[in-house]
C-alpha cells in the first residue's frame, strides 16, 4: 500500500449515521490470516458486502461475493485514485503515479505506453531464460535434501526474471527484497522505517543511472517511450511504473508458485494426479489462483457516489476492498468451491483481477508458475512438508495471501 492509501486507510471514513451496518472486527479473530476462508463463507451467506475493521483500517467495505466483486472490478463508479477524494493531498509522493493508483484517462495512457512490452511473443521469447534460471535455483538446491522453497525457489526466480527484464543490478536486489517486503506486507517495524519513501528515492536513482547511462531492458525503454502525442513519461510517472513492474512484477508470483506448492502437498490425490499426466498442469496454476491464490484482495477503490451492492448501498467518498480470494471460493459461481480439484478448469476465476486493472503480468506469472511447479515436481519426487522446519508463517495483512517460509523436503 502506497503512502496515500495508507493514510486513507488509516481514517475512519465519512461522517457517523451514514451507515448503520454493524462493524466486524477481523482482529478479533486469530486464525484469519492462516485460513480466511471459512470466515469468508459465513460472510456471503449474510450479505455480499460488510463494514469491517483490520490492522491497518478503523472502517472499510469488503465485498465478498464473486458477481458483486467482478462487477466492481469493472466497474468506474468505483475509482482507483485517492486524491480524488480531495483527502492527504499532501501524502502524494513519485510512487503514486503508479497505474494502481490512478483511473482513465491517466491510466490507460500509462498502461498502452507499457503493454507492448508485455505481449504474447515477448513473454514468449522470456521462456528460455525463466527455464536456464528455475535450473540453475534448483541445481543449488536438490542435493540439500530439504530447503525453505519460499527463499530457495518461488521468491528468486520471478525476481531475477523481473529484475533483469527492467535492468536492475544484481547487488541491489536484496535491498529491493527488503524495501518490497516492507511496502507490500509491512510488520509494525518496517511500517515505522518508511519503506515508501526508501523505494521511492531509490527508483529515482535508478532511473537517474538509466538516464545516463541506457541499456537494452525495460526501463531505459519506457524512459525513451512516447505516447501517440508524443509526450514521453514523466519523472513521477518513471517512478509509479518502475514501482509497479518490480513490485508487482515478483510478489505475485512469489506467493502463486508457494501456495500452489501448498496446496498440492496438502491434496496428495491432486498431486499424484499431477505427477501421472503432467499435461494437466496449465489447468493446476489456473485451479491454484482459484482455490487460494496470490492476492486476496484487490488494492482500495473509492465510491465516486452512493453505489448499491446487493441490498446495501456504499456511501461516496467511501474506501472499498474487493476480496478475490473470496470469489474464489463463492458456491453461486463455482461447484463444491473449497474442493482442490487441478481438472475443474475455473473459467473467469479472480485471481489476476478483472477489468481496466487486470494483471498486466498475468501471462509472465502463469509461465513462471508452470515452469517452476514443473521442473520442481520432476526433480524432487518425493516432495513433502518439512516438519522439522517450523510451521509456515503468514504473511501479514489483507493485500497479499502467502507464506514467509515454506519448509519442505525430498
Not at 90 to 116: G, K, Q, W
Not at 186 to 195: G, N, S, V
Amino acid at each position: 500500500m502506497t503512502r496515500g492509501a495508507a493514510a486513507y486507510a488509516e481514517g475512519t471514513g465519512p461522517e457517523e449515521g451514514l451507515t448503520t451496518m454493524a462493524v466486524l472486527d477481523l482482529r478479533d479473530l486469530p486464525d484469519f490470516t492462516a485460513n480466511p476462508y471459512p470466515y469468508y463463507a459465513k460472510l456471503r451467506a449474510e450479505g455480499p458486502v460488510h463494514v469491517v475493521r483490520t490492522e491497518q483500517t478503523e472502517r472499510i467495505w469488503l465485498v465478498v461475493g464473486y458477481e458483486e466483486a467482478r462487477s466492481i472490478l469493472a466497474d468506474q463508479r468505483f475509482g482507483k485514485d485517492w486524491r480524488t477524494t480531495g483527502r492527504w493531498a499532501a501524502e502524494a509522493n513519485p510512487i503514486s503515479a503508479n497505474m494502481l493508483e490512478l483511473d482513465a484517462p491517466h491510466h490507460t495512457r500509462l498502461r498502452r505506453l507499457v503493454v507492448r512490452e508485455f505481449t504474447a511473443r515477448r513473454i514468449e521469447a522470456l521462456r528460455p531464460r525463466v527455464t536456464e534460471v528455475t535450473t540453475e535455483l534448483l541445481d543449488a538446491m536438490v542435493p540439500a535434501g530439504s530447503a525453505d522453497l519460499v527463499d530457495a525457489l518461488a521468491f528468486p526466480l520471478p525476481m531475477t526474471v523481473i529484475c533483469e527484464l527492467l535492468g536492475v543490478p544484481d547487488i541491489d536486489r536484496d535491498t529491493f527484497r527488503t524495501l518490497s517486503n516492507g511496502i507490500v506486507t509491512p510488520t509494525p517495524a518496517q511500517r515505522e522505517a518508511d519503506p515508501v519513501g526508501a523505494m521511492s528515492a531509490y527508483l529515482v536513482q535508478l532511473i537517474e543511472d538509466k538516464r545516463s547511462s541506457p541499456g537494452d531492458d525495460l526501463l531505459s525503454a519506457l524512459i525513451r517511450s512516447r505516447d501517440e502525442g508524443g509526450d514521453g513519461l514523466s519523472a513521477d510517472e518513471l517512478v509509479g511504473m518502475a514501482f509497479v513492474l518490480l513490485v508487482a512484477g515478483h510478489e505475485t508470483t512469489v506467493n502463486l508458485i508457494s501456495n500452489g506448492v501448498r496446496a498440492l502437498l496438502d491434496h496428495p490425490d491432486q498431486l499424484a494426479l499431477l505427477r501421472a499426466d503432467p499435461g494437466l498442469l496449465d489447468g493446476a496454476v489456473e485451479e491454484m489462483l482459484r482455490y487460494d491464490g496470490p492476492v486476496e484482495t484487490a488494492t482500495f477503490r473509492f465510491t465516486r457516489e452512493a453505489v448499491p451492492v446487493g441490498s446495501t448501498v456504499i456511501p461516496a467518498d467511501e474506501a472499498v476492498l474487493v476480496a478475490l480470494a473470496s470469489g474464489g471460493r463463492d458456491p453461486e459461481r463455482f461447484e463444491d468451491p473449497d474442493t482442490f480439484d487441478i481438472r475443474r478448469a475455473p473459467q473467469g476465476h479472480l485471481g489476476f483481477g478483472h477489468g481496466a486493472h487486470y494483471c498486466l503480468g498475468a501471462p509472465l506469472a502463469r509461465m513462471e508458475a508452470r515452469i517452476a511447479i514443473g521442473a520442481l515436481l520432476e526433480r524432487c519426487p518425493d516432495l513433502a512438508r518439512d516438519p522439522a522446519g517450523g510451521e509456515p508463517e503468514w504473511l501479514p495483512g489483507l493485500l497479499m495471501r502467502g507464506v514467509r517460509r515454506l519448509p519442505v523436503r525430498w
